[in-house]
C-alpha cells in the first residue's frame, strides 16, 4: 500500500502527510482523476510479451494487433 500511495503521490494524484497529524489526500480535484489515466501510470498493461526474438510466429502473427485494439478499447471505456 505504501508503495501505491507513493506513486500516486509522485504522479500528483494524491497528497501524502507524513506525522502525527498526516494522511492522505486527493492531490488534485476528483472530476480531474480519470482511472483510466491512473491505471496506465501504475500498470503499463501487455496481454502478451510481443516483443524480442523469442517468438516464432512474429512475422505473421495478427493477434498482436487485435490485442493491442482490446487494451485501447478497454481504456477508452475506464475513461
Do not use: W
Not at 508503495?3 to 494524491?14: D, E, F, P, R, T
Not at 502527510?17 to 483510466?36: F, T, V, W, Y
Not at 502478451?48 to 471505456?77: M, W, Y
Amino acid at each position: 500500500m505504501v508503495k501505491i500511495i507513493n506513486q500516486l503521490s509522485h504522479l500528483g494524484y494524491v497528497k501524502a502527510i507524513r506525522g502525527k497529524n498526516g494522511g492522505i489526500m486527493l492531490g488534485q480535484p476528483a472530476d480531474n482523476i480519470a482511472i483510466g489515466a491512473v491505471v496506465r501510470a501504475l500498470e503499463p498493461l501487455s496481454l502478451v510479451n510481443c516483443s524480442g526474438d523469442f517468438c516464432h510466429i512474429t512475422p505473421a502473427c495478427r493477434l498482436k494487433g487485435i490485442l493491442h485494439q482490446a487494451i485501447e478499447q478497454f481504456f477508452t471505456r475506464i475513461r
